[in-house]
T-cell receptor, first 114, second 111 residues
Framework: SAVISQKPSRDICQRGTSLTIQCQVDSQVTMMFWYRQQPGQSLTLIATANQGSEATYESGFVIDKFPISRPNLTFSTLTVSNMSPEDSSIYLC???????????FGPGTRLTVT | AQSVTQLDSHVSVSEGTPVLLRCNYSSSYSPSLFWYVQHPNKGLQLLLKYTSAATLVKGINGFEAEFKKSETSFHLTKPSAHMSDAAEYFCVVSYFNKFYFGSGTKLNVKP
């Protein structure tokens, strides 16, 4: 299994600013992902965070808006840049861990942009 | 393209009656399929998963799901609903190590 922590748990930010969200895993994992869950919506995959190389972004998401770092196998950051109210969401980090190919989720970061 | 469709956005049942949450998938490959539950203001919890072993999968809290390739379905069932089952349920398809979520089904359980 994997235990994931995220910081901050929530934040209220002004439009035009940026917020960096941290994700820490209690074990080394190869696969790490970032998701967004907009109010009342399902989860949408933003990108796969690759250790030692650039993240792989899904359609509709770009590096300039959501830069991701993955300096090692237990840590990643997601930055939400130049925020607008439409970025108000819960952002979740997840990993695949264990021999059973299970996906584990962090508790999420609730972001409100005013 | 790979996708998953949850056919009902809301399902309401009475406590003690059966639960059926429907999910259909589209995949060019043999998929891995999952059901997750999200209680209000809580994190996501894995209920069960199908990864090409037995087609009838048993999960936690009395839930189970059956993989039917001919119908491209992976419906979630429970024989008897409990009040604590009220939550949102997500069907998830996985391929190439990526996980794609359905739109979710909110389950309401009436006393």
């Amino acid at each position: 299994s994997a235990v994931i922590s995220q910081k901050p748990s929530r934040d209220i930010c002004q439009r035009g600013t940026s917020l960096t969200i941290q994700c820490q895993v209690d074990s080394q994992v190869t696969m790490m992902f970032w998701y967004r869950q907009q109010p009342g919506q399902s989860l949408t995959l933003i990108a796969t965070a690759n250790q030692g190389s650039e993240a792989t972004y899904e359609s509709g998401f770009v590096i300039d808006k959501f830069p991701i770092s993955r300096p090692n196998l237990t840590f990643s950051t997601l930055t939400v840049s130049n925020m607008s109210p439409e970025d108000s969401s819960i952002y979740l980090c997840s990993v695949i861990a264990g021999g059973d190919y299970e996906q584990y989720f962090g508790p999420g970061t609730r972001l409100t942009v005013t | 393209a790979q996708s998953v469709t949850q056919l009902d956005s809301h399902v309401s049942v009475s406590e003690g009656t059966p639960v059926l949450l429907r999910c259909n998938y589209s995949s060019s490959y043999s998929p891995s399929l999952f059901w997750y539950v999200q209680h209000p203001n809580k994190g996501l919890q894995l209920l069960l998963k199908y990864t090409s072993a037995a087609t009838l999968v048993k999960g936690i809290n009395g839930f189970e799901a059956e993989f039917k390739k001919s119908e491209t379905s992976f419906h979630l069932t429970k024989p008897s609903a409990h009040m604590s089952d009220a939550a949102e349920y997500f069907c998830v398809v996985s391929y190439f190590n990526k996980f794609y979520f359905g739109s979710g089904t909110k389950l309401n359980v009436k006393p």
